[in-house]
C-alpha cells in the first residue's frame, strides 16, 4: 500500500462562523480566486410541508472572490450550508412533522459534518473547527521519515524544502502547530477526532491513544522504539535517530 505524508494544521484563526469571510480570507492568503459552493440536496415545499432530496445532487454557487483576472479558481464547499438554511427558515419541530418524500430526506434530522469546509485545490484541503487537514503531497510517508535517517547535506536540503511547502499551507489558514504522521494507520485514527479542539488533538497525539487497536507487546514495542520528533531539531542539526529507531510522528511550530 502506497503511504502518503498526512498534515495537519493547529490553532488556525480562520472565521469559520462565517462562510463568507472564510472565503473572502483564503482568497487573499492563497492569492486565489475563490468560489464558494453549498450543496443542494433537499428540496422543501411549505405548502404542503414536504421534503424530498435530488438523487443527484448539486452545488449552488453563494459568491465568487475574485483576486485576478485569471480564468482558474478553487471552489470551498460549505458543509451542512442548505440544512442550517431549513432549520433557521422553516425549524426542526416542524421539520420534524413534514411528510418526506424519500428515505434520503430524513437525514436532515440527523445530518451533522465534523468538517465545516472542504477546499478543491489541486490537493484537499478540509477546515474544522480549530483544525485543518491540510493534504498537501510532498512525498510518499517512507521516504519522508527515511530522510530524517540521513545525515548528509542533500536530504537536509530536501527536509528544508517540504518544511517550507507545508508551512506555507499552515500559514495560508492561520495555524499555529503542524503534526505530520503517514496518512494511513495514524493518519486514518486522527482523521476521526479532527473536530477535537487543538489541545485535546495534540495530548492524543503525544500520549500516543492512537496505538489502541495494537496488542499489549505492540505497543510497549512502537513506545520504545517509535520517535515523536520535532522538525525544527533535525534542521539545526540537533536530532540522532539509532538504527532500531524510526519516526513516527514530527511536530512543527509555524514560523512568522
Known amino acids: 500500500m502506497s503511504v502518503d505524508v ?19 480570507v483564503c482568497s487573499k492568503r492563497l492569492k486565489s480566486n475563490i468560489k464558494l459552493l453549498a450543496e443542494d440536496f433537499y428540496r422543501y415545499d411549505e405548502k404542503i ?9 448539486d452545488f449552488v454557487e453563494l459568491a465568487f472572490f475574485r483576486y485576478d483576472d485569471s480564468e482558474y479558481y478553487s471552489s470551498i464547499i460549505v458543509k451542512g450550508y ?5 432549520l433557521e427558515t422553516v425549524g426542526m419541530e416542524k421539520l420534524k412533522t413534514a411528510n418526506f418524500l424519500d428515505e434520503r430526506a430524513k437525514r436532515i434530522l440527523e445530518e ?5 469546509y472542504e477546499f478543491s485545490l489541486d490537493y484537499g484541503v478540509e477546515i474544522y473547527q480549530e483544525n485543518v487537514d491540510l493534504w498537501i503531497y510532498v512525498s510518499k510517508w517512507f521516504s519522508f521519515y ?10 537536509l536540503k530536501w527536509l528544508r524544502k517540504c518544511r517550507k511547502e507545508i508551512q506555507n499551507m499552515a500559514k495560508a489558514f492561520g495555524c499555529k502547530e503542524i503534526i ?8 486514518e485514527d486522527l482523521r476521526y477526532k479532527m473536530d477535537m ?29 517509535a520517535r515523536h520528533i520535532n522538525y525544527g531539531d533535525y534542521v539545526n542539526g540537533g536530532l540522532h535517530l539509532e538504527d532500531n529507531e ?11
Open 6 to 24: 498526512m498534515q495537519i494544521g493547529l490553532r488556525h484563526d480562520l472565521p469559520v462562523h462565517d462562510p463568507f469571510a472564510t472565503a473572502e
Open 180 to 187: 505530520i504522521c503517514p496518512d494511513t494507520g495514524i493518519g
Open 197 to 225: 479542539s487543538s489541545d485535546e488533538l495534540l495530548s492524543y497525539v503525544k500520549e500516543r491513544r492512537y496505538l489502541n487497536w495494537m496488542t499489549d507487546d505492540e505497543k510497549e514495542e512502537h513506545r520504545k522504539y
Open 246 to 256: 524510526w519516526v513516527d510522528i514530527v511536530f512543527d511550530k509555524v514560523e512568522e
Open 112 to 116: 451533522e459534518y465534523d468538517n465545516l
Open 146 to 155: 527515511e530522510a530524517f535517517c540521513k545525515q548528509d547535506k542533500q536530504w
Open 49 to 57: 410541508n414536504s421534503l424530498g432530496s435530488l438523487e443527484d445532487h
Open 82 to 86: 442548505q440544512r442550517r438554511q431549513l
